[in-house]
């Protein structure tokens, strides 16, 4: 098990940038598949870009492809979503996600779910 936490949110105008960063508790980071999910309000969680453990394959959402990057650092226990050319449409709660093994993009498979951060975009 490990715990997450978090930070990074924040308003911006349409076309600016955000980067979150989720960081974990425990000595295996390294053995979690790490995702971002995103909830809008009124709409359901959606998966947003997920990183396998050693961080060597990314996996995106077709709705952020091309602006939004994940990426880890395992010696800091901390997993990172750069988000560029944000839209209104990407405001939500981002919340970041572990599953001990390989990542999935389902909601359902996840071992563990941060607390979640606002990011607000404004048009």
């Known amino acids: 098990q490990v715990q997450l936490v978090e930070s990074g949110g924040g308003s911006v105008p349409a076309g600016g940038s955000l980067r979150l960063s989720c960081t974990a508790s425990?000595?295996?980071?390294?053995?979690?598949?790490m995702s971002w999910f995103r909830q809008a309000p009124g709409k359901t969680r959606e998966f947003v870009a997920a990183?396998?453990?050693?961080?060597?394959?990314?996996y995106y959402a077709d709705s952020v492809k091309g602006r939004f990057t994940t990426a880890r650092d395992n010696a800091k226990n901390t997993v990172y979503l750069q988000m560029n050319t944000l839209k209104p449409e990407d405001t939500a709660v981002y919340s970041c996600?572990?599953?001990?093994?390989?990542?999935?993009?389902?909601?359902?498979?996840?071992?563990?779910w941060g607390q979640g951060t606002q990011v607000t975009v404004s048009s």
């Open positions: 996600a572990a599953r001990r093994g390989r990542y999935s993009s389902s909601q359902y498979d996840q071992d563990n």
């Open positions: 425990g000595r295996t980071f390294s053995s979690y598949g």
């Open positions: 990183i396998t453990g050693s961080g060597g394959v990314k």
